[in-house]
Each structure stands twice: as structure tokens, then as C-alpha cells.
């Protein structure tokens, strides 16, 4: 392929998903991420798209959010190393509250089989994947349906979260900033978020390294009140996402990195052993809304076992 097809082929890739990783416009274009960064530079210079941690966004500052169809073809090998490892953190007869997101429904279909669960959410692409596993529990909340993304928003959705506890909430979102947390494109549905946050005792974010460092215009989460970050590796060359993981961790989130090529497969029950390669980052201290700081929850000591050796291995992803 000629230098001006891949480069038009890129950037209608770009414009009609908002945002792609170079790692997914390699795959599509069949070259290496080398040559498709050097393709994403050029274009970058005619002013027809952004260049945007490890990735190429639409040009104007704020990505756009992308329908589901987009988002279902994104980063997929990295969002099932993501769900394999999160699903890990899930005990048997927990209450959980799921938020909306493509990775959060592969999150849910790595939970069908953890018995006595009860798992609440306003995403109906969470609750199908669900909704045959005769040992889990699914509520759903009220509200008004966005066809977008397949999620209930909107004041009745939010008003039939009120009162609700569970242990903890996982949720995705389109940016992921040390700054600002955890941030969307869409002001109903980081309302609906935040009403999710509010239920729960703990909160843990899924985002692939795509999203790292990425600010989108309506924040969800902010940094503070993010318990623990579960991710994928960022690619070498991907300086920004490592120094907003180093970031992050400074400020007291966890964060759990599983490798992309590990058990990419999916589909195994919770109770499974992780097998993906994992960073982790011990909490320093008590969290927002996380009682005696968290360590009466299994994730607590899941994922708090090395203290000063995993912080250096986060370190060490910057300085590649």
C-alpha cells in the first residue's frame, strides 16, 4: 500500500471513531507502528488530525465520543486482558455496580459464573451478558435509554441509585488524566457515573493505555476518589501514558497492568487464576470513601503485596 493510501485510510479511521490507538491503525493498514506514527506526523502537519498518546484523535483539543460499533473494534485484545484481570478482583456473593462501556462488557462476561453475585447497572449490554448466568443477580436501573452506547441515563436512572451500597463500582469512561480522574463525552452519562460512584465503597476504573492522558469534557471520577486503575501495558515508545501511570500512582491510585498478550482469550469464570503479567501499585494510604482505607476488601490485599519494587517497575516504564 502507497504512502497516500495508508495516510487516507488512517485518517478516515481517525474521523469516523473520533480516536484509534497506533497499535489498532497498524493492524487495519497492515504495517508496523513505526511507519504509522511517521503516516500520523504528516497528516498531523496538514493540520487533519492530532497526534494524542499512542494513538490519533480528531483535531480541536477534546475528543468526541464514539457509538458502540467503533468502540467494539478498539483496542479489543487489550480490553480482554483488562477484563480477565479485573474480573479477578470480584468475590463470590459481593454487590458490585457495573457502569456502561465496551470493556466493561467483556468485564461482565468474565462474571457470569461468580456465584451469589449481584451486580447493578444502567448498561444493557452488561445486563445481556448476564442475563443466563443463573447464579448472578442483575439490577437494572430506571431511566432513558441512549442508543449510542446502549445505556439508561437521565434523572430516573440517577434517582433509582439513591440509597443503594455495594463494595465497589467498575467503571470506563474516554479519558484518563492524573489531573482531572476519570472524564466522558457526554454530560448525561457522567452524571449516571457519578451517581454509580456515590453507591459504592470502592472504585475502580478500567481504561486501556489509549485513554491515558486523554481529557474529554465532562469529568466522572476525579483522581482522588479512584481507588485502583486496571490497564494494559503501554507500548514502548508511549512516554505520555507511562508518565501519567508514574502520575497517578503518585497520587495514591493502585494500578494494575495486565499484558495485552496475556490469556487475551477470555472467557474464564473469576474464580480463575490471573495470568496476566501485572504491575501493581500499593495504596499509601486511606482513600475517599474507602473504609479503614480499604483493607477490609479482598482488592486490598489482591493487589498491595510490593510496595517500593512495583512503584520503581511503573518508574521504569517512563524512562523507556
Request: charged share 20%; net charge neutral.
Amino acid at each position: 500500500m502507497f504512502a497516500a493510501e495508508r495516510r487516507q485510510l488512517i485518517l478516515e479511521m481517525v474521523r469516523a471513531n473520533g480516536a484509534v490507538s497506533l497499535r489498532e491503525l497498524a493492524r487495519v493498514v497492515q504495517t508496523s507502528e513505526v511507519t504509522v506514527r511517521r503516516d500520523v506526523r504528516a497528516l498531523e502537519a496538514e493540520g487533519l488530525l492530532d497526534r494524542r498518546h499512542g494513538g490519533a484523535v480528531l483535531p480541536g483539543g477534546f475528543t468526541r465520543e464514539s457509538g458502540f460499533p467503533q468502540k467494539s473494534h478498539l483496542a479489543t485484545a487489550e480490553k480482554t486482558a483488562i477484563a480477565d484481570l479485573a474480573a479477578n478482583l470480584v468475590e463470590e456473593g459481593e454487590a458490585i455496580v457495573v457502569g456502561a462501556g465496551t470493556t466493561t462488557q467483556e468485564l461482565a462476561r468474565r462474571l457470569a459464573r461468580v456465584p451469589g453475585l449481584t451486580v447493578v447497572t444502567n448498561s444493557l449490554l452488561v445486563a445481556q451478558a448476564l442475563a443466563h448466568a443463573n447464579r448472578v443477580e442483575v439490577v437494572m436501573t430506571g431511566g432513558t435509554l441512549r442508543g449510542s452506547n446502549y445505556a439508561l441515563v437521565g434523572s430516573g436512572a440517577e434517582q433509582s441509585l439513591q440509597g443503594l451500597r455495594v463494595s465497589r463500582a467498575f467503571l470506563s469512561g474516554s479519558g484518563l488524566t492524573a489531573e482531572r480522574g476519570l472524564s466522558t463525552s457526554n454530560m448525561l452519562s457522567a452524571s449516571v457515573d457519578r451517581a454509580l460512584v456515590q453507591a459504592a465503597a470502592e472504585v475502580v476504573v478500567l481504561a486501556d493505555h489509549t485513554k491515558l492522558g486523554t481529557d474529554t469534557m465532562f469529568q466522572t471520577v476525579p483522581t482522588d476518589v479512584i481507588t485502583r486503575l486496571v490497564t494494559d501495558e503501554p507500548p514502548a515508545h508511549d512516554d505520555r501514558a507511562a508518565t501519567e501511570l508514574q502520575a497517578l500512582a503518585d497520587q495514591g491510585v493502585q494500578i494494575a497492568v495486565a499484558g495485552a498478550s496475556g490469556n487475551a482469550g477470555g472467557g474464564e469464570p473469576a474464580s480463575a487464576p490471573a495470568r496476566q503479567q501485572r504491575r501493581d501499585v500499593p495504596l499509601p494510604g486511606p482513600r475517599r470513601g474507602v473504609p479503614n482505607g480499604g483493607q477490609g476488601l479482598r482488592t486490598a490485599t489482591v493487589l498491595g503485596e510490593a510496595g517500593a519494587e512495583q512503584r520503581a517497575r511503573v518508574a521504569d516504564m517512563r524512562r523507556r
